[in-house]
């Protein structure tokens, strides 16, 4: 291209570039077509520290030809996607794109055109994870954060027999249907079943043959991050087809389940107590043909809220993230464009899937108990007590050594967990590294981010102005919705 054009660019996106950058705001993830699910989820699980650190700690290569390349080449581009987050502000972008991640699942562009179940896709991710952690020898941190445990107890009423059945579960799927509240599906979660007539127990014992009995579930152990499904979509049997519960459906911001554990875990010594704080809330708007997922993080430490609808991200209050989410008459229509760039599946907001977390995990991170959701005090990721984040002229350099594994509890800054040679890629990418060394000064620094823009003209591969999707190198308690009924 001749130089002129390019001089002339240059010079127009010099004067448009900001005097300063800002850590008061977090960044979004820019749609594909149909993956607002997928954003809404990567946020939710961004805004994890516990989850980032393990996603940091797996031992990934930047070499091409690496063992277990699948597994490594996912877990990289979660890597990097999640630091871009982290950092990608620093070199004033606003958004991130999510293409390496998908190119890595093997998806085509036809792919990420489909909208999929965000509880299914947080399915296929966990799953991947395992794999990948398998595949390096690593432990089950997955499991060790989402996995929780059922005991199906079941007892005969007029013989002495009873089985009992154990099951493991990542997310918890609820009713809505004829339910209320959170409580209420948790009471018909466990409601005693009466097997009977037709449907007697098969002792498959001999000598007691079927048997009427009655079957009771509780929770055997909870996780130190508890997601919970809604289950909003159901068959009609009428118009055979899927049809999307639009009904209010009210959760508290501060949830205690200790009434819903088996007698053996409430009895049991050491076990933390299963009280739990609203993370996040992955929200849909739309049928059961289409529609639009949004999430609504409140980052650990803090009181506030954060709406993110794909590359918009915005401050809110509580009861827009809570309240406005119970769905029926309390959710606002959805106007946006349902279903990403085609308009597909406006409709009214509501709750799909929820995050909480538990609240000793929250105190061991903070030093303290959670916020009180009516501390309404505006909080920016640099002041939220999560992570410290890099400033322009830092220039202290990842560890060195072996990486340890992320343990439950552990306080220190999730990035470090990355391997030197890895993070310091992802510097590099990000131009963080260029930056540290010529920010004696303001004004240097702002050439830094200059060049890194008229890079994005000039031609450089990979670069976008306020956007980051940087391919890698070649070879390298308003508690007053606490609904306690």
């Not at 999510?98 to 055109?113: I, K, N, P, Y």
């Not at 990542?170 to 339910?179: A, H, R």
């Not at 609808?309 to 809570?322: G, I, P, W």
């Not at 899937?353 to 909080?379: Q, W």
Request: glycine share 8%.
């Amino acid at each position: 291209m001749p130089s002129c054009p390019n001089a002339i660019a240059a010079t127009l996106l010099l004067s448009l570039l900001p005097s300063h950058t800002t850590s008061a705001a977090y960044l979004g993830l820019r749609n594909q077509g149909n993956t607002c699910y997928m954003n809404s989820l990567l946020q939710s699980l961004h805004h994890l520290p516990e989850f980032r650190r393990a996603i940091y700690s797996i031992p990934t290569s930047l070499q091409s030809n690496a063992s277990s390349a699948t597994e490594n080449l996912f877990a990289l581009a979660l890597q990097r996607l999640f630091f871009q987050l982290e950092c990608g502000e620093l070199v004033g972008a606003s958004e991130v794109g999510t293409e390496q991640l998908t190119r890595s699942f093997g998806w085509t562009r036809a792919d990420v055109m489909v909208q999929q179940d965000v509880q299914e896709f947080a399915r296929m991710l966990c799953d991947a994870l395992q794999q990948s952690m398998r595949a390096h020898g690593m432990r089950d941190a997955v499991a060790e954060l989402f996995e929780g445990r059922t005991s199906s107890v079941t007892r005969c009423t007029r013989v002495d027999f009873s089985s009992e059945k154990e099951e493991r579960f990542y997310d918890l799927s609820l009713p809505v249907q004829g339910c209320r509240s959170l409580h209420a599906a948790l009471r018909q979660f466990v409601h005693a079943e009466q097997l009977c007539g037709a449907n007697q127990y098969n002792t498959r014992d001999p000598r007691f043959g079927k048997q009427d009995a009655r079957r009771a579930t509780r929770f055997k152990s909870l996780p130190p991050v508890l997601q919970v499904h809604l289950k909003r979509f159901e068959y009609d049997v009428e118009s055979g087809s899927m049809r999307k519960l639009q009904q209010a459906f009210s959760f508290p911001t501060r949830l205690s389940l200790a009434r819903f554990m088996a007698e053996s875990a409430r009895n049991g010594a050491g076990a933390p107590p299963p009280e739990y704080e609203l993370h996040a809330v992955l929200s849909h708007g739309g049928d059961a043909g289409s529609g639009h997922y949004i999430a609504y993080v409140r980052p650990r430490g803090t009181a506030q809220w954060w709406e993110f609808d794909d590359t918009r991200v915005r401050q809110v209050e509580e009861h827009v993230a809570v309240k406005q989410q119970f769905g029926g008459r309390h959710s606002p229509v959805n106007t946006r464009n349902g279903g990403g760039l085609f308009g597909f599946g406006g409709g009214p907001m509501n709750a799909y899937m929820l995050v909480y977390v538990r609240r000793d995990l929250i105190v061991a991170r903070d030093g303290a108990g959670a916020p009180s959701s009516s501390a309404a005090t505006a909080a920016s990721p640099a002041a939220s007590g999560d992570v410290t984040e890099p400033r322009l002229g830092d220039v202290t350099e990842p560890r060195s050594g072996d990486v340890t594994e992320p343990r439950l509890g552990d306080v220190t800054e999730p990035r470090s967990a990355l391997a030197p040679e890895v993070r310091a890629a992802f510097e590099r990418e990000l131009g963080l590294r260029s930056r540290r060394r010529r920010a004696a000064t303001p004004a240097v620094a702002s050439a830094a981010s200059a060049r890194v823009a008229v890079g994005a003209v000039m031609g450089a591969p990979g670069v976008a102005i306020n956007s980051v999707d940087f391919e890698a190198p070649e070879g390298e308690a308003h508690a007053a919705e606490v609904d306690e009924e």
